[in-house]
C-alpha cells in the first residue's frame, strides 16, 4: 500500500510509519558515509550529509514513490572508494554499513518491546514493532546483489576485477530491474530469506 492511501485510511497508522520509515531510510545513509569516514573518506562529511536533517538527504523521485507505492530511496551517500586506507575492504565494509545499521536498529526496538513489555496495540508497542519491521525490511531488501543495491557492492569486494566489471554496468539499468522483478514477485523469495536469517540473527542476540 502506498503511504499517500495509508494517510487517508488511518492517518494515526501514518504518522507511526512515516516517521521510522524516514530515519531508518537516513540512517542507512548515514552509516555508508560514516564508516566511510573512519576509513579515509571525508566527502560525505564535506557535502553536509553526515547529518539527521532529512532535507540533506531526501530524493524526490524516491519520495514520491515511496508515498504512493510504498517503495523509496534516499539520496545516496557520495564516497570515493579511491581515497579509502583499503579500498577492497573499505568497499565491503561501506557498502555493508547501511545494512548493519537497519539490523542494529531493528534489534533495538525488539530489545526495548520485550524490556518495556507495552500494552498490545497501544502506540509504543505498535510504533516499536512497525520500527523493527522496517528495519528488517530494508536490511533485506539492500542485500539483494542488484546493483545499486548494497549487497552487489559487498560482492564486488570479493569477487575479481572482471566480475566487478560486469556487475558494475548493471549499474544504469538496475533500478529498472529491480521494479521490474519486485512487480511480477521474483525477488519475494530471496527478500523472505533474507529476512528469516536477519530475524533469526537478532533473536540470538535478545535476552
Request: cysteine-free; overall charge neutral.
Amino acid at each position: 500500500m502506498g503511504l499517500l492511501r495509508l494517510l487517508f485510511t488511518n492517518p494515526f497508522a501514518f504518522i507511526l510509519l512515516i516517521i521510522p520509515l524516514l530515519y531508518s531510510i537516513i540512517i542507512h545513509e548515514l552509516a555508508h558515509g560514516w564508516v566511510a569516514k573512519k576509513m579515509g573518506d571525508s566527502t560525505a562529511e564535506w557535502l553536509g550529509r553526515l547529518s539527521l536533517n532529512p532535507m540533506k538527504h531526501l530524493d524526490p523521485i524516491g519520495t514520491l514513490m515511496l508515498f504512493f507505492f510504498g517503495f523509496g530511496w534516499a539520496k545516496p551517500v557520495p564516497v570515493n572508494f579511491n581515497n579509502l586506507n583499503d579500498p577492497r575492504k573499505g568497499l565491503i565494509l561501506v557498502s555493508a554499513a547501511g545494512i548493519i545499521a537497519n539490523t542494529i536498529l531493528a534489534f533495538l526496538a525488539l530489545f526495548t518491546l520485550r524490556v518495556l513489555n507495552p500494552a498490545p496495540f497501544g502506540a509504543i508497542s505498535t510504533f516499536l514493532i512497525y520500527l523493527a519491521q522496517i528495519n528488517i525490511m530494508l536490511a533485506a531488501f539492500n542485500l539483494i546483489p542488484i546493483p545499486p543495491l548494497d549487497g552487489s557492492k559487498i560482492l564486488m569486494g570479493f569477487s575479481s576485477p572482471q566480475f566487478q566489471y560486469s556487475l558494475a554496468r548493471l549499474e544504469p539499468y538496475g533500478f529498472f530491474i529491480i521494479i521490474a522483478l519486485l512487480y511480477l514477485n521474483i525477488l519475494d523469495p530471496l527478500i523472505a530469506l533474507f529476512e528469516w536469517i536477519i530475524t533469526a540473527i537478532i533473536s540470538l542476540l535478545l535476552p
